[in-house]
Nanobody, 125 residues
């Protein structure tokens, strides 16, 4: 089982920024589709953003378009999500997901193979 590791969450005020990161082991990271999901208390995992293996295609949930930017550095086996203009409704546990050797970027939680332990983001009003 491949274990992804998230970092960079935290407690911030409305309007602030965070930049969580996700690192993955192994030499094949540059062939993986990656995604960020979030889960608020009592809710299901919701797609936030996704990126293809090269970083050339990105996808966003409507709720974060224009505020969040997903990116990756394949030389560092790391994916990032720049989160700007944070709102209280962004409060959730954020999880990174990976699907190996995939040209497509899945939008559903169940279509990913690997995941991390999550990083908590709390936005106070």
């Amino acid at each position: 089982q491949v274990q992804l590791v998230e970092s960079g969450g935290g407690l911030v005020q409305t309007g602030a920024s965070l930049r969580p990161a996700c690192t993955a082991p192994g030499p094949t990271f540059n062939s993986w589709a990656m995604g960020w999901f979030r889960q608020a208390p009592g809710k299901e995992h919701i797609f936030v953003a996704g990126i293809n293996y090269s970083g050339g295609r990105t996808y966003y949930a409507d709720s974060v378009k224009g505020r969040f930017t997903i990116s990756r550095d394949n030389d560092k086996n790391t994916m990032y999500m720049q989160m700007n203009s944070l709102k209280p409704e962004d409060t959730a546990d954020y999880y990174c997901e990976a699907r190996a050797y995939s040209a497509d970027v899945p939008l559903l939680w169940d279509d990913y193979e690997y995941w991390g332990q999550g990083t908590q983001v709390t936005v106070s009003s």
